[in-house]
């Protein structure tokens, strides 16, 4: 059964164009790569056909994830979400409480996450411990150098 995860109109279209890329653009260059490989002559001595055929596999593995990863997207509607507490799409500002750095995340989907763009997932340890907070509230987040504590500053929703 695969996994539910919440994206929003321009996250869920990228993974799309993306699945169908692979699919439409990739899955027939590959076929014609072993084609030419195998015109090449001996199969058992053929070191392109077996790199052709490898890098088949490698694009169906890829494209089988993102099949999966699509069939549990759901698009959201942030109209609908509660403001008060930090959800999915979610723009969470956080201040360290150890050295009072502000930051501001939104949180989204782990195939959506990028750091650059301020973008986290809600599966990292910083989402999961962002999750369901309200403004005023301490997050307790379980890193790997011990225990950081973040005053919830500000949650929006854009």
Do not use: C, W
Request: hydrophobic content about 35%; cysteine-free; proline content about 2%.
């Amino acid at each position: 059964m695969s996994k539910v995860s919440y994206y929003t109109a321009e996250g869920l279209k990228k993974l799309r164009d993306e699945l169908n890329y692979l699919k439409d653009v990739q899955r027939p260059k590959a076929s014609q790569d072993i084609a030419d490989a195998r015109d090449k002559g001996d199969l058992s001595e053929n070191a392109e056909y077996d790199a052709a055929k490898e890098a088949q596999g490698m694009l169906e593995m890829e494209i089988s994830r993102l099949e999966e990863i699509s069939s549990g997207a759901r698009l959201i509607d942030e109209s609908q979400l509660d403001t008060s507490k930090a959800l999915v799409h979610s723009t969470v500002t956080i201040k360290n409480q150890t050295n009072g750095a502000t930051m501001k995340y939104k949180l989204v989907a782990q195939s959506e996450a990028d750091l650059k763009t301020g973008k986290i997932s809600v599966d990292s340890p910083i989402g999961k411990g962002l999750l369901g907070k309200q403004v005023g509230d301490i997050a307790e987040i379980q890193v790997p150098s011990g225990i950081m504590k973040f005053d919830i500053v500000e949650i929006t929703r854009d």
